[in-house]
């Protein structure tokens, strides 16, 4: 491998990171990093601003210092279009950028394909497809958010070492340090995905809980079929959080409740089809804008969506204690167990006994 291959590879790396930095917080916008070097040393760098805008480019070429023959390495293919806000490559050619990498091109047929013909024609060399498969798993919630699929569903669940899913004398499976990682997933997610039937048992926030990213913490779905959700719930003390229940019940007191708490009630047809009524709800989430899912439920719920296919993955929280008589299961866990975990799936993070599994599905 040349240096100069070496030296594209080593800054698109350091652009990814800074993309890592927002996913999940940019709203319908991807999240892109972008890193600028000069004399081979890094100038600057940005990635898209909470909630999409500004993009990572205008954040990256902000600054009040002299761009000119710099190369600028960017995760997802510059923008070229005029929409909220200027096309990227305009800054791109008002800087006097020598040569842009980027490492996929963008799915939005206003921008796809099309920066490579307007940066050459103002002499600007482009290198594409750095780190290309890295890109394409990266942005797969991007992609899906543009296309007429299913958006993209990640899922979260915690078992003892003897798989149980269930304490009956404490409310948490795992410690503390693997909880606080749970936190910090769900900030990498801009919809976090529950039923009423957790709500009730557990009242538990579901937020972000950690300092720094309680900016971060996802809109909250519940699956409420029959309208079964408790009025005194801890998720409604939160503030400037977008909570939706899903029902295919009419209960206008509870209705009316819940939406001076500031809930939206979103009503499905009923159906003896649960299945169908699963992938109608879950296609109204990629309508509100809403394409990284972060499932947070119990096995029931979560065996329903792995026998349809619709997690992409799960990571699974294993304590490292067993709980013998004190541990319970639904029988839903069969579906569950069915899920082969192998070595190459355990992430390395030091979790005090307890281990962590990110399974592809």
Known sequence: MSTNQNRDLFYTKLAFQQANINLGSTKINPSVGCIVVKNDSVISSGRTSLNG???????????????TDSDLYVTLEPCSHYGKTPPCIKKIIEKKIKKVVFSVADVDLRSKNKAQKYLNDKKILVKKF????????????????????LPFIDAKLAISKDYFTINKKNKWITNKKSRNLG????????CLLTTSETINKDNPLLSCRIEGLEKKTPSLIIFDRNFKINKNIKILKEDNRKIFIFTTVYNSSKENFFKKKGVKIIKFSSTNNDDLILKKMIYKIKTLGLGRIFVESGSTFLSQLLRNDLVKNLYLFKSSQKLLSIGQNNSSLLQIKKI????????????YGDSLYKVNL
Do not use: G, M, W
């Open 130 to 149: 750095i780190f290309k498969k890295v890109a394409e798993k990266f942005y797969q919630s991007y992609f899906l958010q543009s296309s007429n699929k």
């Open 53 to 67: 805008r500004p993009h990572a480019e205008a954040n990256a070429l902000i600054k009040k210092i002299d761009y």
């Open 340 to 351: 082969k975990i192998q070595k190459k799936d355990k992430i390395k993070v030091n979790l």
């Open 183 to 190: 936190n910090f997933l769900r900030s990498k997610y801009d």
